[in-house]
């Protein structure tokens, strides 16, 4: 049977990790030697891991040794056999910094109609004297005519203020539903399956694309909205959500640490790599500044059971403290 080349890749990581090791002696390369003998792809995989090795350290040699940074990847891939943007975090680490940017950056981004970067806010009065905000690392597509008004939020997050317009329903768009304004404001964010609404002032009917149903929302409430369904997340503070917000602050009350991550990590050029099942049970109650990540992270980490490591400019891991 041939070896997959995930295989080979794996055991070129594991081969370079232990060549980096204190107490590698003769027989360990003689061996090492041998593994590459045996099949011209296992000396071909060595050959490219050790290239890319070797230009990390000459870009940040102040860093933590880069056999660190092989070895977390290989036990975060034994842990969770899910994809990132096309690869296991191994994958990820051969093909930095590439790959890490057509993840962060894919096309929809760059033709977007309104975009900003990592860390970057952005407010744009529309021409129905509407006025949208786009957080951090966000982008739309804004569409009005004579009979609608319609922003598509591709990603991100963004907080609508509506202005009147009888003629033209203002509606919010994404990959799993619609909100159709009645005079309001509110945040929408995208999540990796399913957006979530957040109502600040009035009310918003909102629907999963593909569904029927129309729920609903008021000042004060939250939901999941799904292509299936919308669900009822809880209640929230509106004035506090609303303060919160244009002080670029993410306000944490009794969270999953991973969905923190995940919110944190879309203000990093980069990836952030981290254990999902591993660190479900820490759970988080903060006030944290999306735009200052790096401080976000600091702050998780001092006050939580976790380290926070950068090993490239493209890559931050963040795992539980030994």
């Not at 891991?49 to 860093?63: E, S």
């Amino acid at each position: 049977m041939t070896e997959p080349q995930r295989s080979i890749d794996e055991q070129a990581a594991h081969w370079l990790i232990r060549l980096n090791e204190a107490d590698i002696d003769n027989h360990d390369r003689q061996q090492f030697e041998a593994w590459k003998n045996k099949d011209p792809r296992h000396a071909a995989a060595a050959e490219r891991l050790q290239a890319f090795v070797g230009r990390l350290q000459a870009l940040r040699p102040q860093q933590a040794p880069v056999q660190v940074a092989l070895s977390a990847a290989f036990v975060e891939r034994r842990r969770s056999r899910r994809t990132l943007a096309g690869g296991t975090a191994l994958a990820l680490l051969l093909a930095l910094p590439l790959g890490v940017w057509m993840h962060s950056y894919p096309p929809d981004y760059w033709l977007a109609d309104l975009r900003t970067a990592p860390g970057q806010w952005n407010s744009q009065r529309l021409e129905d004297n509407s006025q949208i905000t786009l957080s951090g690392n966000s982008a739309v597509d804004v569409r009005f005519d004579g009979t609608r008004r319609q922003v598509e939020l591709l990603r991100g997050e963004i907080l609508v203020q509506v202005a009147h317009d009888a003629a033209r329903p203002f509606t919010v768009i994404t990959d799993d539903g619609q909100m159709r304004a009645l005079g309001t404001r509110f945040t929408v964010r995208r999540d990796e399956h399913s957006t979530v609404l957040t109502m600040l002032e009035s009310t918003v009917a909102a629907k999963g694309s593909e569904s029927s149903a129309v729920t609903e929302v008021k000042a004060g409430q939250q939901v999941r909205i799904t292509t299936q369904s919308v669900h009822r997340l809880g209640d929230v503070e509106p004035r506090t959500r609303d303060q919160a917000w244009q002080q670029h602050q993410l306000v944490i009350q009794d969270r999953p640490l991973p969905e923190v991550l995940d919110e944190v990590a879309r203000q990093i050029n980069g990836r952030v790599q981290f254990d999902r099942a591993g660190l479900a049970d820490l759970r988080v109650s903060a006030v944290l500044p999306l735009d200052d990540p790096d401080r976000a992270l600091k702050l998780i980490a001092d006050a939580l059971p976790v380290r926070v490591r950068q090993f490239t400019p493209w890559l931050v891991w963040v795992d539980r403290r030994p």
